[in-house]
């Protein structure tokens, strides 16, 4: 989704004290996306030794469609939230809830055990690729780049709850999903229909990743 002439632009930046900047982005990304109807435009990272990462979602605000990008710059330990909407007092409006919401859930993570805090680290990673992946099929890439999706959320989810008696319903799902398209050709685009049906099934692998999320930030 492309930016309009009549939207404004309104930015925050903050400065953080947590030694992983990895996962600070991770918790970045997650305190915008895990709001309903958020969808990844864009996201990459750096390859090097200090981190830097970006991603940019399309979104409502105040009911109106809008933009949001989060970069995260490991050399300067800053976070700078972006976000383009029609209504300028509720653009500045989100970014302070955003911003005070990624604060408190960093304190949180900073406070955790170094056992929570491994478990939340795959958590986290389990829904950026739930993200990915409706943006590999909303991009029409090939079945290849959805099915590393499918298979590294699984294994991250199943690695933050193991050891636990209620293993979540999406390590089952997700398998019986990798069973039904692995056979399809690799290099090509997914089937619309199935497509489709893996898109909605995302809802609620992105429900069960963001529940045990929640249990730590």
């Not at 947590?18 to 997650?30: K, M």
């Amino acid at each position: 989704m492309d930016a309009s002439e009549d939207m404004v632009k309104v930015s925050r930046s903050l400065n953080y004290s947590v030694d992983d900047s990895t996962t600070v982005f991770r918790i970045a990304w997650y305190e915008v996306a895990s709001k309903p109807n958020v969808i990844l435009e864009e996201y990459r990272e750096a390859e090097s030794q200090v981190f830097k990462g970006e991603a940019k979602f399309s979104l409502r605000i105040a009911g109106e469609r809008a933009l949001a990008n989060i970069s995260v710059d490991g050399a300067k330990s800053t976070i700078g939230v972006e976000a383009e909407g029609v209504d300028e007092v509720a653009v500045g409006i989100f970014l302070d809830g955003f911003a005070g919401s990624l604060n408190n859930a960093l304190a949180k993570y900073d406070a955790l055990s170094d056992d929570h805090k491994s478990k939340l680290k795959r958590a986290l990673v389990a829904k950026t690729c739930w993200d990915r992946m409706v943006r590999e099929i909303l991009n029409k890439a090939p079945l290849n780049d959805v099915y590393i999706q499918v298979a590294h959320g699984r294994e991250m989810m199943i690695k933050a709850t193991e050891g636990e008696e209620n293993v979540p319903s999406l390590t089952l799902t997700t398998s019986g999903w990798l069973s039904k398209i692995e056979s399809l050709p690799r290099d090509e685009t997914l089937p619309s229909n199935i497509a489709s049906e893996l898109a909605k099934k995302s809802i609620e692998w992105k429900k069960e990743t963001q529940d045990i999320i929640s249990r730590y930030i």
